[in-house]
């Protein structure tokens, strides 16, 4: 099936399952979708659906001509994320374009807090919700490794991966806001829809902890470790 078609189903049935219409409320995709070794998922799309002239796309269709919102977008997570995935994979701008990029939840908010507000319904709920869609968009692109932009990992294990986690590097933490948090996880989980056990790397956001010294000395160097020793290209 040609691959926008393939992306256009995908909203289609996302849709009748949310009651949603307006794009300004929910978005799917931040990339065209495509078999590749490495797939990326974030939370949960950012911008306000209360003031939609502020809301920054790359494609306002199917990604027909390889949009990428981290290549062809500015915006905080996105001036982490092209470097990040530029260094990791040894790749440019044109290879970003190949590497697809979507959501554990489709509805939008101006981060976590304000979700239920925007949705009246939890972020989890939120997730389910997105279930189906995402379990065909792993299916479709076929990983070789998943990278979380969000520290969700046990999230996402209960959502797609059955048995136990695998740890594969011990985790890194950092101060922030007085407290140590975690800012890079990996394990090897058996993913259901791919019928495979493959790495789940999770990075703590990238608008918060991008710009910190943890995320160069040990995030990135971590992350690409892995990268070359499961040949994700």
């Not at 849709?15 to 078999?35: A, K, M, N």
């Not at 709920?125 to 998943?146: C, D, N, S």
């Not at 056990?197 to 160069?216: D, E, M, N, R, Y």
């Amino acid at each position: 099936m040609h691959t926008p078609r393939k992306m256009q189903l995908l909203e289609i049935e996302y849709q009748e399952r949310s009651g949603l219409r307006d794009r300004d409320w929910y978005t799917i995709f931040f990339s065209r979708l495509c078999p590749a070794d490495l797939l990326v998922l974030g939370i949960n799309p950012g911008g306000d659906p209360l003031k939609p002239k502020d809301i920054i796309r790359a494609s306002t269709r199917y990604y027909e001509n390889w949009e990428h919102e981290y290549v062809d977008c500015r915006y905080p997570i996105q001036e982490v994320m092209l470097p990040f995935l530029k260094n990791i994979l040894s790749t440019d701008n044109e290879g970003v374009r190949r590497i697809p990029k979507s959501n554990l939840a489709f509805r939008r908010s101006p981060g976590e807090a304000k979700f239920k507000n925007r949705h009246k319904m939890t972020l989890a709920k939120g997730m389910q919700e997105a279930r189906q869609t995402v379990e065909e968009i792993l299916t479709f692109v076929g990983p070789k490794m998943v990278l979380l932009e969000c520290m969700k990992p046990e999230k996402f294990r209960g959502l797609y991966c059955s048995g136990p986690a695998v740890p594969l590097r011990d985790n890194v933490y950092t101060q922030f806001k007085k407290s140590d948090v975690r800012v890079f996880y990996a394990a090897l989980m058996h993913v259901k829809s791919l019928d495979r056990s493959i790495p789940i790397v999770a990075v703590g956001h990238p608008s918060h902890f991008g710009k910190k010294p943890v995320w160069g000395a040990s995030v990135v160097p971590a992350t690409r470790k892995l990268v070359q020793e499961y040949d994700v290209r």
